[in-house]
């Protein structure tokens, strides 16, 4: 008897230790988060306001997460504030693409990264707009690195966007471009295979 | 907050327009691919007319009176705080069919340009419409405005003279209330 209750006492020993360490853990955890900076990475928002929308956060800080989250319920007021960030940010972009200069696309490419996928879709707008094939690599990497079918084949719709001729490089290479064939003159397009279908004359019958 | 506005200010949206056309170009025997953006559309703007020469940052933006009408073009250039606007409506013209949906309106838009020396383009197509409130900068809150507006276009037109078959989007976003 005396070895089996010494096996019980040291097991529930140990266990009790390891639940006190798995506590202890939770709460620095938990601490450090509410010390960290008020900023998330990759965002100007405050935490609460990034916690208050469906954006996925770090796994580790999972745990941290969901308290802030239920600390701060989502109000109308963060949601406006969040999606004001959005639009304010997605503004910023589509005019950084009118630009010509390499700091506004690298600003517009790091935004590919964005958690929240607004701002993506007008990242990836802007550097449609930019028009600089430069891109081509870093749209690549974002098509990689993306699960969702659908903005898979957004980006790599812009990338085959930016390989083709613009009308500025074709208008400033020659007169007549688009033909590539130098011989053929101006022959007008053929007549589509369709033509224009008129609805048949309703039988005497009917 | 109401908005505020005087016999001779007029109440607008302000949205910035973004063109990403493509398609092939040619004749009977060749069909080469190109295509056609904003800023390209701005640069044919400044060859149709050549007393309009943009700045490297310009934008193509629509204004639309807040309470309904026909949207005007402008081209606008931003010097610090200041904006120099130049309305450009003359190349431009839109349609659009009756609209279903309330806070999201499906519709068909069409859109043509035409800068009278050889580029020009009419495409048409589906266009989702979102609507929702609406600020700006000292105007207060506008609540029922187009906040952006996504079609997915197709059509004809001639780049620098080359007859082209086009697909793409156009896009306006950003809306802004002005008191103009």
């Known amino acids: 008897m005396r070895p089996k ?39 100007n928002l405050p935490r609460e306001t990034l916690a208050s929308t469906n954006l996925p956060v770090v796994e580790a800080d999972v745990a941290a997460q969901s308290r802030i989250q239920t600390a701060t319920m989502p109000s109308d007021s963060s949601e406006d504030a969040q999606k004001a960030y959005v639009e304010q940010r997605s503004a910023q972009l589509l005019e950084m693409a009118m630009t010509d200069d390499r700091t506004s696309l690298d600003s517009i490419l790091s935004e590919l990264a964005n958690r929240d996928p607004e701002i993506r879709k007008a990242a990836l ?27 898979k084949a957004a980006l790599t719709d812009a990338i085959e966007f930016l390989k083709l001729p613009s009308l500025t490089e074709i208008s400033s290479h020659s007169a007549k471009p688009v033909a590539n064939n130098s011989t053929a003159g101006n022959k007008p397009a053929n007549k589509g295979t369709w033509g224009k279908r008129v609805p048949p004359a309703p039988s005497p019958n009917q | 907050m109401g908005i505020a506005q005087s016999n001779a200010q007029t109440t607008s949206i302000v949205s910035q327009v973004n063109i990403a056309l493509s398609g092939f170009g040619g004749d009977s025997s060749n069909a080469s691919p190109a295509k056609l953006s904003t800023k ?21 933006m629509v204004v639309v009176p807040a309470d309904g009408g026909n949207p005007t073009f402008i081209v606008r250039e931003t010097s610090g705080h200041a904006n120099n606007d ?39 197509g589906f266009t ?46 950003g809306a802004k209330v002005e008191v103009q």
């Open chain 2, 128 to 173: 989702t419409e979102h609507r929702g409130k609406v600020t700006g900068h000292g105007t207060g809150t506008l609540p029922d405005e187009t906040t952006s507006l996504n079609g997915s276009v197709l059509g004809t037109g001639d780049i620098d003279g080359t007859f082209a078959i086009l697909k793409g989007t156009i896009t306006a976003s």
């Open chain 1, 125 to 151: 707008e802007a550097t449609i707009q930019f028009g600089s094939r430069d891109a081509i690599p870093k749209l690549a990497d974002a098509a990689s690195q993306t699960d969702d079918p659908n903005e």
């Open chain 1, 5 to 43: 209750v010494f096996i019980i006492v040291v097991a529930l020993g140990l266990f009790t230790l390891g639940s006190l360490f798995v506590i202890r853990q939770s709460n620095d955890r938990y601490a450090k988060t509410q010390e960290s900076p008020a900023t998330a990475p990759g965002t």
């Open chain 2, 40 to 60: 390209d559309v701005l640069n044919a703007i400044s060859v149709g007319d050549t007393n309009l020469s943009f700045g490297k940052a310009a934008r193509l």
């Open chain 2, 86 to 124: 130049t309305d450009v409506s003359s190349f431009f013209s839109t349609d659009s069919s009756s609209a279903v949906g309330d806070k999201t309106r499906y519709q068909i838009l069409s859109i043509s340009f035409d800068n009278g020396a050889g580029t020009d383009f009419n495409v048409n």
